[in-house]
């Protein structure tokens, strides 16, 4: 058995805890490991890390009494821990990845991993030169409706692949008093992501994710043109207090892809869902058409492409949501332990791991050339990374 010691910082917030301890790594320990095909057995072993013992402590028994610690400092210099993990507020991500990587770690972190490109890119260089392994969490990747869009895009269903739209959001209550002009409903996101001071914005939390799924479904992004816009501009803290929303909470973008298609994304937290899911991307080639939301796929092929007529005067003879197939159910498995099993085995000398640093960093770089952008009214070109 091959233990690897991950010192998990930040892993009391909403990600840390959920997807990265809960359903990841603790989930891996109760399955008993990874089991790779020469019989050794990776089993991760979690030091849990952040400011405040009383949490850390729930934490701990609630996951059978896993070691924790508020010493970061201790935890870096001690040789039993490989691998650094970083789920903390965006803006924290930069100075602790790299204490990291200067103690030798390896390292995987949440996106964004900086709030510039310039920082991100930076970051990407220092672990090269440290010759650390790296790696950055691109959990739609895994998701189960994405791999099924993936697979008919890999083999050609679409034929010409002509737009893709993606749909992503949910509405985020503002919190405070309606008295107060609030909407009465606590808020179910952190308050630092409507702050652009502590690191916040949907735009450089969500173009992120449309870089890497861009650059694997569909050769990868030319251009963009986008607009923020900030709708609710006052917001209500954790401690109930009022604060100015200074971060943009709705991106619209349009992006140039490589493969010649046009991508219209739209990122919002004040929007309520009346689609398939909270996120849905939706392809339209000659041949045929799918939405694939986190979890389903449905296709349209041509041969089954209604014939609509516009008639307002009547309800539609076409129950549209009919005309689409449901793909069918697949074994899926989490997608944020899906990449952590990948990074644990690359760890151990078993495979690849291409979502590294640098695939972070270009994430950064759309999400900068997307402020641009709507700062300059413009279309924005995404260079080529520097070599
Ligand atoms: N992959 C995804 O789909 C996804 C989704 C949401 C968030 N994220 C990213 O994950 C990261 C964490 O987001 P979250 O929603 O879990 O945030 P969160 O606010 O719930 O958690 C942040 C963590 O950072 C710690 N922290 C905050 N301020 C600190 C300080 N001053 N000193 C030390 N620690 C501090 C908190 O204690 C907490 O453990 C962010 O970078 C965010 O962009 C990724």
Redesign the pocket.
């Known amino acids: 058995m091959r233990t690897v010691g991950i010192i998990m910082?930040?892993?009391?917030?909403?990600?840390?805890t959920n997807?990265h301890l809960i359903r990841s790594i603790f989930a891996i320990m109760e399955d008993g490991g990874i089991a790779m095909p020469d019989g050794e057995l990776i089993m991760p072993a979690p030091l849990l890390v952040?400011?405040?013992p009383e949490?850390l402590q729930a934490l701990s028994e609630r996951t059978g009494g896993l070691p924790y610690t508020t010493d970061s400092y201790a935890a870096l210099a001690d040789p039993r821990f490989e691998i650094y993990f970083d789920?903390?507020?965006?803006d924290?991500?930069v100075p602790a990845v790299r204490k990291a990587i200067q103690a030798g770690k390896h390292v995987y972190c949440?996106?964004?991993t900086a709030c510039s490109f310039q920082d991100s890119w930076s970051l990407y260089l220092e672990a090269i030169r440290a010759g650390v392994k790296h790696g950055v969490?691109q959990?739609?990747l895994w998701l189960p409706g994405i791999l099924k869009l993936r697979a008919l895009i890999e083999a050609g269903w679409f034929g010409r692949i002509l737009s893709v739209r993606g749909e992503f959001g949910y509405w985020v209550f503002t919190g405070g008093d309606e008295a107060e002009g609030g909407d009465g409903h606590t808020p179910q996101?952190?308050s630092?992501?409507y702050r652009s001071q502590d690191?916040g914005g949907i735009a450089v939390?969500m173009l992120c994710?449309w870089r890497y799924l861009l650059d694997a479904l569909f050769g990868g992004v030319k251009s963009v043109n986008c607009t923020l816009a900030t709708h609710i501009p006052w917001r209500w803290d954790e401690s109930g207090s009022p604060y100015a929303a200074t971060a943009d909470d709705a991106a619209y973008a349009t992006f140039e892809l490589g493969c010649g298609a046009i991508a219209q994304f739209n990122s919002s937290w004040c929007v309520r869902v009346r689609r398939d899911d909270l996120l849905t991307i939706q392809v339209d080639g000659t041949n045929g058409s799918a939405v694939a939301g986190l979890r389903d796929c449905w296709v349209q092929p041509l041969g089954a492409t209604p014939r609509p007529v516009w008639n307002p005067d009547i309800s539609s003879a076409i129950p549209y949501l009919d005309t689409w197939t449901r793909l069918p159910e697949e074994p899926t498995k989490n997608a944020?332990r899906a990449q952590w099993e990948l990074f644990l085995k690359h760890v151990c000398g078993y495979g690849e791991f291409p979502w590294s640093l640098k695939a972070g960093a270009l994430g950064v770089q759309l999400a900068e050339c997307g402020i641009r952008s709507h700062k300059s009214a413009t279309r924005v070109g995404v260079p080529d990374p520097p070599q």
Not at 9 to 16: P, Q, S
Not at 87 to 90: E, R, S
């Open positions: 910082n930040g892993v009391t917030g909403r990600m840390g997807q952040g400011r405040n949490k789920a903390q507020t965006t924290r991500r949440e996106k964004p969490v959990d739609k996101r952190p630092w992501n690191g939390d994710h944020f």
